[in-house]
């Protein structure tokens, strides 16, 4: 009985966090149907999370081959839900812990101290929540210590992070209603005060026209197809058709092979996606609900694209000033000895364009140009750093993509090295 409750059910991260649903949902006294409904789905959520990653990492494995063939070094692509469906084998019991844990410390801070923040944006919790696992394994850390220490960094995460940018957040959007729950802070952080010290507020980004043209790049699905058919056909050209028709695509040419590799890997962060969202969907609320009942009088800390409709031209603006600082990155990082960094759409788009409106808010046109294009090189930069720290610890080509998460786990590391 011992060995069905700690191997079968704890030890598998998808009841697990099945049952803190179960629980909230319960606490709330929801109806049957909601009961039922709500655990399933959240379990289904990870589950649907696995496959994607099956998917995914199939054609990032092929993509990695292609880029050391051709160049003769390691290329990286930095996608969190990625190297978090890739961790599950080994660190989903600890991520699925620290995650639950971690919640409940976020619930516990907002009510006892001044940091009165929820953190709602039930995705990266998730992120996080892997990468302190992942980091605090490799530093040395194991069962009851791991996850305790763990849930604790991570809920002061959820708190420290959103308190940071409150002010940028209030001069935004002319309230105190919301914070922004996302771990991309230090680059949004960066780039408001890059904003502040080289620009001008007075000319916004959004006194700009933007090409209705570029409204392409709001849909991930279509975006992330046409940015990974671009990298695998250009590295495919430099690999040669011989390689890629003899050793990969068992004699399918090697442009056509190449493409399917890219809307594959679109698929499969479609996928994983979903999931995502079917397992924030249920667990949230639940979570919510507990918090408005324990820590009264708290503000909210959300997902970072609920600042995009103050400055949409800076969302823009932002995008595309991160990305091409992270293609500028791709030369610099191999020339200082570390890995290349293969500049993700999903972490520029969103991290980018949050980086421009927060930029913009301090420093306009100019601080939303600067302050992305900074935010660029620190999601380029600390990444390839972390791969440094994390020593052998691999995940198919892939590695986490906001700034948050390679300052918490350099820092993690780092600890763990000098003690």
Not at 301 to 316: H, K, Q, S, W
Request: charged share 10%; with cysteine; aromatic share 12%.
């Amino acid at each position: 009985m011992l060995n069905l409750i700690m191997k079968d059910i704890l030890g598998t991260p998808s009841i697990l966090v099945g049952l803190f649903a179960l629980i909230g949902l319960l606490l709330q006294r929801k109806s049957a149907a909601n009961i039922v409904s709500g655990t399933l789905k959240t379990v289904m959520g990870f589950v649907i999370i696995g496959a994607g990653a099956t998917v995914l990492i199939g054609s990032l494995d092929i993509f990695s081959q292609m880029f050391n063939y051709a160049f003769k070094v390691t290329g990286v692509i930095p996608n969190n839900e990625a190297i978090v469906a890739a961790a599950q084998s080994s660190f989903g019991t600890s991520t699925a812990l620290i995650m639950v844990f971690g919640m409940i410390v976020n619930i516990l801070l907002a009510r006892f101290t001044p940091l009165k923040y929820i953190f709602l944006t039930g995705h990266h919790t998730l992120f996080m929540a892997c990468l302190i696992a992942v980091t605090l394994s490799v530093g040395g850390l194991k069962g009851f210590a791991l996850i305790l220490i763990g849930a604790i960094l991570l809920g002061l995460c959820m708190v420290i992070f959103p308190a940071m940018l409150q002010p940028f957040v209030r001069q935004i959007t002319g309230s105190d209603d919301f914070a922004i729950g996302h771990f991309g802070t230090i680059g949004y952080f960066i780039s408001a005060k890059i904003g502040k010290w080289f620009g001008n507020k007075e000319k916004t980004t959004e006194q700009i026209k933007v090409p209705q043209s570029l409204g392409f790049l709001r849909d991930t699905s279509v975006a992330v197809s046409l940015t990974m058919a671009i990298f695998f056909v250009v590295v495919a050209l430099f690999a040669g058709p011989g390689y890629i028709e003899s050793e990969l695509s068992g004699g399918s040419n090697f442009i056509v092979f190449s493409l399917m590799q890219a809307i594959t890997f679109a698929a499969g962060v479609y996928i994983i996606l979903a999931g995502v969202r079917m397992l924030i969907a249920e667990i949230v609320p639940a979570f919510k609900g507990i918090a408005e009942k324990i820590a009264p009088n708290t503000k909210p800390a959300l997902d970072c694209p609920t600042v995009f409709p103050f400055a949409p031209n800076a969302v823009i603006i932002g995008f595309l000033s991160s990305f091409v600082a992270g293609l500028l990155s791709m030369f610099i990082l191999p020339a200082v000895g570390l890995s290349v960094i293969i500049p993700g759409l999903v972490p520029h788009f969103f991290t980018g364009a949050a980086a421009g409106v927060f930029g913009n808010s301090t420093g306009g046109r100019r601080g939303a140009v600067l302050g992305s294009f900074a935010n660029g090189l620190i999601i380029s930069f600390l990444p390839a750093i972390l791969l440094v720290f994390l020593g052998d610890v691999g995940f198919s080509g892939t590695t986490f993509g906001d700034s948050d998460f390679g300052i918490v786990g350099v820092i993690i590391l780092g600890f763990a090295k000098i003690f």
